[in-house]
Structure formats: C-alpha cells, structure tokens
Nanobody, 118 residues
Framework: QVQLVESGGGLVQPGGSLRLSCAAS??????????MGWYRQAPGKQRELVAS????????NYADSVKGRFTISRDNAKNTVYLQMNSLKPDDTAVYYC?????????WGQGTQVTVSS
C-alpha cells in the first residue's frame, strides 16, 4: 500500500525555521516521476497548496504567501520530498500534508503539525 509519512513538524518561534520531510513508499512507479506537493490546513480554514514540485525535480510552484521563505525539493534516491520553511510567521501555523500525484493516482499523508508562536 502507498504510504506518505510526514515528519519534522513542531513548535517554533516567529522568524525560526523548520524542515519538513515526506517519505514515500509503496508507489506503483518510480518516485521520481510523480508530482509531489505540500498542502496545509489551519483551524477553520480550507486546505491550501503551499508548494509543489514536478517529476524529476522539475517545475516548482509556491503559494504567494510563502514565496521567498519556503523551498520545496526532492531526493529521488531517498523517495523523499522536503519543505524548508524559513522566516516562519504565526499565520504559517497549520497541519502540513504531503501529496503525490500522477494522472488519476492521488495519495495524501496524515499530516504533521507546525505551530509558530512566541
């Protein structure tokens, strides 16, 4: 079965940094060909796209709210996608979810909590 396991979340002060990891297993095809994405959902808000990265580490996209602060990357040898989060703000507080996509193939992780608070 497909598993996406997020890690790296936690409590951080405003202006701090965290790096989230998402390790994938059980994929039908090689990890490198899947589009990977990070989404987040804060209490009372809709789930939103934070960042995505195309197959083989190609095209990246970011939400306007995180541009210049967050960086998505992938290590295809480790079947892992990362989200480096710098200059964190309280508004970044949310559960962060990993997602893998390939045509109709679509799976989500269970999420990791990120809390930004002084």
């Amino acid at each position: 079965q497909v598993q996406l396991v997020e890690s790296g979340g936690g409590l951080v002060q405003p202006g701090g940094s965290l790096r989230l990891s998402c390790a994938a297993s059980g994929l039908t095809f090689a990890f490198s060909i899947y589009t990977m994405g990070w989404y987040r959902q804060a209490p009372g808000k809709q789930r939103e796209l934070v960042a995505s990265i195309g197959s083989f580490g190609g095209t990246t996209n970011y939400a306007d709210s995180v541009k210049g602060r967050f960086t998505i990357s992938r290590d295809n040898a480790k079947n892992t996608v990362y989200l480096q989060m710098n200059s964190l703000k309280p508004d970044d507080t949310a559960v962060y979810y990993c997602r893998t996509q390939l045509k109709s193939y679509d799976y989500w992780g269970q999420g990791t909590q990120v809390t930004v608070s002084s």
